[in-house]
């Protein structure tokens, strides 16, 4: 089993590189979070949206998941429109 080893052996260093964060950090992230939070929460309100909130709250808890479906499934939803 030399592939859960390895496995185990990553985990230290990786909690280590998070707990080690310092508070500068840690508000820089934030600030960065909130900012794509309200840029897809003002994208999505100003486009008609029921959702808007929603939104705004995925993309600043899973930015990195949120942000690509938002703007995909906005893509093809304008798409099938007539224009």
């Known amino acids: 089993m030399p592939c859960r080893?390895?496995?185990?052996?990553?985990?230290?260093?990786?909690v280590s590189v998070v707990?080690?964060?310092?508070?500068?950090?840690?508000?820089?992230?934030?600030?960065?979070a909130a900012a794509i939070s309200t840029g897809v929460f003002a994208h999505a309100a100003r486009h008609g949206s029921r959702h808007a909130t929603a939104w705004g709250v995925a993309a600043f808890l899973a930015a990195g998941v949120a942000v690509p479906v938002y703007?995909?499934?906005?893509?093809?939803?304008?798409?099938?429109?007539?224009?």
């Open 19 to 32: 707990a080690t964060t310092d508070p500068a950090t840690f508000l820089i992230a934030v600030a960065l």
């Open 71 to 83: 703007f995909i499934r906005y893509w093809t939803r304008r798409r099938g429109r007539p224009s």
């Open 5 to 14: 080893a390895s496995l185990a052996d990553g985990f230290p260093r990786i």
